[in-house]
């Protein structure tokens, strides 16, 4: 267990907020955005799926005063594959984004690369890794 710093219970909780945005505006109004983004409409509603979940867990981690270390570290590992996940999703030639579309997609990448970092910077700060 980790007692979590002030920096990263607010960089989870940052992370929740936007996440649960994000989930709430791709699962209710998927049908909206796709032609938007041009991108499709089961991929907008499952990813907002996905995010309700996930923004229940980070943001029960963030109102949390000790941790385990590995469900931090989920997180961040999580939020580093993502970023990752979604600059090769424009290249993987699945979806064919219009322009909009790709950029909110390498903004939502950035945006999450950003709380894997900070989350990290929050981790060290909790004591949960060692510098190196």
């Known amino acids: 267990m980790i007692h979590l710093s002030q920096f990263l219970r607010r960089a989870l909780l940052a ?3 936007f996440s649960g945005l994000s989930a709430v505006a791709m699962t209710l109004d998927a049908g909206v955005l796709a032609p938007f983004l041009n991108l499709p409409e ?3 509603r499952e990813t907002g799926l996905f995010l309700i979940a996930y923004t229940l867990l980070v ?5 949390r005063i000790s941790v ?6 989920i997180v961040i590992i999580g939020n580093a594959a993502w970023t990752l996940a979604s600059i090769a999703l ?4 699945a979806v064919s984004p219009n322009l ?8 939502q ?3 999450t690369g950003l709380f894997a970092e900070l989350q990290y910077i929050g981790l060290r700060r ?7």
Request: glycine content about 16%; cysteine-free.
């Open 15 to 17: 992370d929740a907020v």
């Open 42 to 44: 089961a991929l907008l």
């Open 59 to 63: 943001g029960w981690l963030g109102t």
């Open 68 to 73: 385990p270390r590995m469900l931090v570290m």
């Open 90 to 93: 424009l290249f993987s030639g």
């Open 100 to 107: 909009l579309g790709t950029i909110v997609i390498v903004a």
């Open 109 to 111: 990448a950035i945006a």
């Open 126 to 132: 909790s004591g949960g890794t060692v510098a190196a």
